[in-house]
């Protein structure tokens, strides 16, 4: 049994790692900009478009995205503005933001290689996207660059406290208890909670930050609960399709998530399948 004293030292610890990593892993001057620019009233596309260019990577992938199945825009976009002015202001800075936060998280570990991570994560922003539009959610565009972003509390531990994280993914196995749970015992918060305080860090939307916060217990979302219940169903989803976990999806999704989604489970089996098409085409646009 855990000894309750030490989890308060370890919640501290956690505490001071994001701390410490605050200036070290940050979003690039480039996202900054974007984001001056949204809220500057007198900004307009023009501005936009010279702030990508400013970045050939970034252009590089704006282009590449725009022209990609996942939007499915009729004829080839071959000028950066156009592709901005396609994509709007709002993919747009998704699309920085995922492209930026891939960029600054190469956090080596020896737990999870860096590419196998990112799979998952792609593969999750992509079923969210997909799942959401089919559920007619709002803004569910939004989605794709949340789905990308939840997993980042393990990152973080994984790069920067193994042994712990090692204990955790052990006594979540052994015990057979949901990681999420044994992580807050363990630690004194779970990785949901972590990735929301980094995101926070980063100054990004506070939706953002609750969805990718209460994604482990969509049950204590205090909003966005469709939202945060398809975050919560696409992670056992992704489990299963990337890692290839072998208990079903409805063992490990609780009978009220699929209350408050109502998805048909033939309808979300024929998603994970062009998810994995979908994700395979966008790991070659955003990783190359």
Excluded at 55 to 69: E, I, K, Q
Excluded at 169 to 194: A, F, P
Aim: with cysteine.
């Amino acid at each position: 049994m855990l000894n309750p004293a030490k989890i308060s030292p370890q919640s501290d610890l956690i505490e001071n790692t994001l701390q410490e990593i605050k200036g070290l892993i940050s979003l690039p001057e480039v996202y900054q900009r974007v984001r001056n620019l949204i809220d500057d009233p007198n900004s307009d596309i023009e501005h936009f478009v010279e702030v990508v260019a400013s970045d050939p990577n970034l252009t590089v992938a704006v282009l590449r995205v725009a022209n990609s199945a996942f939007f499915g825009f009729p004829g080839k976009i071959d000028s950066l503005s156009r592709a901005v002015s396609m994509l709007g202001i709002g993919q747009l800075h998704d699309l920085v933001l995922a492209t930026s936060a891939i960029a600054s998280l190469k956090l080596p570990n020896d737990i999870m290689p860096l590419k196998r991570f990112w799979q998952f994560s792609l593969f999750s922003a992509v079923l969210t996207r997909l799942l959401a539009s089919q559920l007619k959610i709002p803004k569910s565009e939004r989605l794709f660059v949340i789905g990308l972003l939840y997993e980042i509390g393990h990152l973080v531990l994984y790069a920067k406290h193994p042994e712990l994280a090692k204990r955790a993914i052990d006594l979540s196995r052994n015990n057979q208890e949901m990681l999420h749970i044994v992580e807050q015992k363990l630690l004194g918060m779970h990785y949901g909670e972590i990735g929301a305080k980094l995101m926070a860090q980063w100054c990004l939307p506070a939706h953002f930050q609750d969805i990718v916060h209460y994604q482990p217990t969509p049950d204590l979302a205090p909003e966005q609960r469709r939202e945060t219940a398809l975050l919560h169903l696409v992670r056992a989803c992704a489990e299963k399709a990337i890692f290839g976990h072998m208990s079903p999806i409805e063992q490990r999704v609780s009978r009220e998530i699929w209350d408050i989604l109502q998805l048909d489970r033939e309808q979300l089996d024929d998603t994970i399948e062009q998810a994995r098409n979908t994700a395979s085409e966008m790991e070659k646009l955003m990783f190359n």
